[in-house]
Every structure is written in C-alpha cells, then in structure tokens.
C-alpha cells in the first residue's frame, strides 16, 4: 500500500541522515576528545560509591558507646507468651521465665547484697501475678508506680539497695 511505502521510504531517509551526520562527526571531530569523552563515560561506573559504614555494635545493642565510668544497660518489657522480658546489663542479656513471681522477687531482693543496682521488668501481668509482700518490698526500695500498674502493664524499675541512684537517671516507667 501507499502508506507502507512512505513509512519505508521515511525510515531509509532517516537512516541515510542518521549515517551521514555520524561520517561527519568522525571526520570533524579531532579523534583525542572523542577518546577522552568515551573514557570519561566509562569512569562514571568505575567511580567509587560513597557508602556511610555499618555502625559497630555496642553494649547492649546502643548505637554509641557509653562513657568511660559509666555501664550500659537496657531494659524491655515483655507481652504475651512469645515476647519475653529482656534486661541487658554490661552486654550479658537476662531472661527469667518463672512462674513464682512473687516469691522469686522477694528472694532475689532479700539476697541482693549491699551496694547492689537492681534492675526490674514484668513481662506479662504484674499487677495481679505480684503479690503484696513484694510489692511493699519493692515499693522499699523507692518504687513509687507499683501499686499503680494495671491490668497487663508494662513496668520497669531501676533501684539500688545501700545507696542513692543519681536524680538524672529515670528509675521508673509503667
């Protein structure tokens, strides 16, 4: 048909134009900035990629290192049965799944000698599993949110037993 014909003849036009003007580029243009042009497009992919390190890890997961003189420490709350409580203290990670809350608390603390940190999580309900007696025991030690939590709360504490936690620190969070 006619109109195949003029596609066909437009397509040769454009291919006959297209290699002429490539003959007079080459002819035209000195060979030195065509070498150094294709040498420039090929250092674009050998061009090193700028890439921030992967951050080294620290104690307890932190992403910069504590000061000298001072501990890292991380405590996590738990919920439900698969996400335990995690407490890390100097990088040696703590999970304890028991089933006396109350009694192992009590004992833990009574066992704790002088000038001890304690470090304290519920990991599912504290507010009915702990009972009286350790939470008066912990309320001792300076909690003031014990009494506090409800049902299926989370709560984390930090107490020292025979000396004084510095005011900057935050000892409580329910």
Not at 164 to 170: G, Y
Request: proline fraction near 5%.
């Amino acid at each position: 048909s006619l109109a195949d014909l003029v596609k066909l003849t437009g397509f040769l036009l454009a291919s006959l134009a297209a290699w002429y003007l490539g003959y007079l580029f080459s002819a035209y243009v000195p060979k030195k900035t065509i070498k150094a042009s294709v040498a420039n497009l090929q250092a674009i992919g050998k061009q090193p990629v700028l890439r921030a390190p992967v951050p080294k890890r620290q104690k307890c997961d932190h992403w910069s290192p504590c000061p000298p003189g001072n501990y890292a420490y991380r405590i996590l709350s738990g919920g439900g049965k698969a996400k335990l409580a995690k407490i890390c203290f100097e990088d040696e990670l703590c999970v304890i799944d028991s089933t006396d809350y109350s009694g192992e608390m009590v004992t833990f603390i009574n066992n704790a000698p002088e000038g001890s940190l304690l470090l304290m999580v519920t990991h599912d309900d504290g507010s009915t599993r702990l009972k009286n007696d350790a939470k008066n025991l912990v309320e001792e030690l300076g909690s003031k949110e014990i009494w506090n939590m409800k049902f299926r709360s989370s709560w984390a504490f930090i107490a020292a037993k025979g000396f004084k936690i510095p005011d900057n620190i935050q000892k409580e969070k329910v």
